[in-house]
């Protein structure tokens, strides 16, 4: 699908309910994924994405990110 | 988690792959859950989400929007 | 596909990596899905579930729970 | 996305790893969400699907079906 | 679970309400996954699954095939 | 996000509805990702989970194990 520009995106707010800032700290590659660990205040969250949006975004330890959960993927255990 | 402000999320790209520009054409609200019809170029794209993140985002008929889909979620079929 | 029994999940680990605690802050259902509001450190967490797995769990206010969150599921934006 | 037509689907295979036969048990519909149950040999599997798909393919107590999962959304515990 | 052959799967209808026919335009192969981008009318989309199901379906540039993604793992920029 | 210590998940219950045991029969891994494929009475379930994961649980030929499937990812064919 066409991908936006850095213009086309300014201001975009995002459905995805699920939204929480942290610092990348550490970057594991493979040849078509790559597991980004987060640091974030309530402790880490690691994300699987291809290697090629790690590499799209650029994305490096230090970075500051917001990592993006969609509710209907959040499982509760009780 | 803490949700971003509009000033937060200003030219954030995001990692999900597939990302398509449409137009709003149907929004059906459940209890819980709405159902988003977005226009598309090659057809029309249905997004199942929270009725509060269409609240959120206060999406009505004639939107312009983007469709995103993480690639793992994505299914081949030949 | 069979159910475990409260005997039988003990001292399960999940591959899931994202595990948050938090108390449940609003419980919210409809005819088939409920959307569940857990407070965590960080901010909020939302999750959409079936409202049979609502009440199975019985999910109230004040529930002390866990939320999970599979990798691959994660998004980051940048 | 445009929808195949019947003659289009004839022979396809799917990426999706996980493909189990059953027969309908259960159809609960709400607004947007329909919840169906399936059993299949090992017990019974539940999916939430939009209703508008459960009207699609006209799904009913007694039907045969398949149940699909992508292995990206399987999880593990041990 | 039980895979379908060929015979079985004729005519099948999917719930996944999002079907878009393309070709097969890059196969990129890891020793898990595997990363399948299919030209579509509105661009393209990119695919990742697992490297067995991709040998599976035999994938290969130029192929003609449809991708399909369930509505509640479409999200919505606005 | 903090992880579960082996004392503080037990007795927990989980809100994926799809919950299914069964014996490891095979490990693939990867530098990102692994595959397990899991023998259960149906046939047999391949799940897609990081190989740290794996890792973590210290998958192996003949573990005896649980999978999980939420429903929201669960499609019907018919």
Known sequence: MLEHTAEESK???LSAR???KGVVR???TGQVMAEITVEVEAGSVVAAITDSSRERLNLQDGDQVTVFV???EVMIGK
């Open 70 to 72: 969609k509710s209907t």
């Open 11 to 13: 201001d975009m707010e």
């Open 18 to 20: 699920n939204q929480l």
């Open 26 to 28: 550490e970057v594991k």
